[in-house]
């Protein structure tokens, strides 16, 4: 039973398109999270909720908007899709941000923006 | 200059090394210390953990937080095959706002030859 799970797995589209990425958690976790990695690996967080609030919001351009239906799904939805937005984005998830807490991640959304 | 410097390698070694992945950081108020561990096209998994400076041991593998210094460690040891993957080092602040956030290293790939 996957624990994070992430849709679609691979994303393949032109520029300028609108497209979504959906994210489900089934650990009762009431943390959500996406990161982008680009294509030399380096993984950095782009947003946060806890409880459904937006708690990070990372200077992402706002052609990225996230949205969090409940607590274990989050939503990425990308306007106008340029060609930097090519990477992997993951989600994951967390009991709280206290410090302590495991990031589970999901398996990645590859997006490739031509 | 980035908040958490990793080499990115890659790193190759004969099955049985000993593996020695470093990161240094700048932020002093980072107290949580994490090594993920990411298999080619899979998601990054949690490997160690470790608050503030020290040292925790789990098996082959050997965590060090050397907080006067700002930099930390994963030892592998007798390092097989199966430890092929990238390891990425992350950490983060105890700070409310911070809801969560982990700040990643670039990531080291390993590759580890029979």
């Known amino acids: 039973d996957t624990a994070v799970s992430q849709t679609p797995k691979y994303l393949v589209t032109q520029m300028g398109n609108d497209k979504s990425i959906k994210c489900e958690q089934n650990l009762g976790h009431d943390t959500m999270y996406w990161y982008k990695q680009d294509s030399k690996k380096f993984l950095k967080i782009m947003f946060s909720?806890?409880?459904?609030?937006?708690?990070i919001n990372e200077t992402v351009p706002n052609r990225f908007s996230p949205k969090s239906p409940d607590k274990a799904h989050l939503n990425l939805h990308i306007n106008s899709l340029e060609l930097g937005d090519s990477a992997v984005y993951f989600c994951?998830?967390?009991?709280?941000?206290?410090?302590?807490?495991?990031?589970?991640f999901g398996p990645g959304t590859r997006l490739l923006v031509l | 200059q980035k908040e958490v410097e990793q080499d990115p390698g890659p790193l190759s070694v004969p099955e049985g090394a000993i593996v020695s992945l470093n990161c240094t950081y700048s932020?002093?108020?980072?107290?949580?210390f994490m090594w993920y561990r990411q298999y080619s096209r899979k998601g990054p998994e949690l490997l160690m953990y470790t608050y503030s400076s020290g040292n925790k041991e789990d098996g082959r593998f050997t965590a060090q937080v050397d907080k006067s210094s700002k930099y930390i460690s994963l030892f592998i040891r007798d390092s097989q095959p199966s430890d092929s993957a990238t390891y990425l080092c992350a950490m983060r602040t105890t700070l409310a706002n911070q809801g969560g956030k982990l700040i990643f290293g670039q990531g080291t790939e390993l590759s580890v030859k029979p």
């Open positions: 932020n002093s108020a980072f107290q949580y």
């Open positions: 994951a998830s967390s009991q709280g941000t206290g410090g302590r807490e495991t990031q589970y």
């Open positions: 909720y806890n409880n459904k609030e937006l708690i």
